[in-house]
């Protein structure tokens, strides 16, 4: 299956997730791009409406944080769906992709049928 997004994607093997720090809270980070970030949040209490604007910490496995401002665009399943009004930078993304490889070479191995 093709990958046609405009922006490279890396989804988290659970034990390495980053943490949104929103509102006082943690939340954990599913998958990240240059312009996104989809956070696990349980939808039944609705805090974060499509549309509403956020403004958090993203706190990688490292220690380095991000301040990251966004849009909530959409809800999806058990996790909600941010744009980034300024981009986490290329630096991240790939060192990020660098720890991940090295860490979990398992969680990137194409599943066989």
């Known amino acids: 299956m ?14 390495a997730r980053p943490v949104l720090r929103l509102r006082g809270k943690n939340f954990y980070i599913a998958d990240i791009s240059e312009q996104g970030l989809r956070f696990i949040y349980d939808l039944k209490h609705k805090a974060f409406g499509e549309g509403s604007r956020i403004n958090a910490e993203l706190i990688f496995q490292d220690g380095e944080t991000l301040c990251v401002k966004g849009t909530v665009l959409r809800h999806q399943e058990d996790s909600i769906i941010v744009n980034l009004e300024e981009p986490i930078p290329l630096r991240k993304i790939m060192s990020e992709q660098i720890y991940l490889l090295n860490k979990y070479p398992d969680h990137f191995r194409e599943k066989s049928a």
């Open 2 to 15: 093709q990958n046609t997004r405009e922006h490279y994607r890396i989804v988290y093997p659970v034990s």
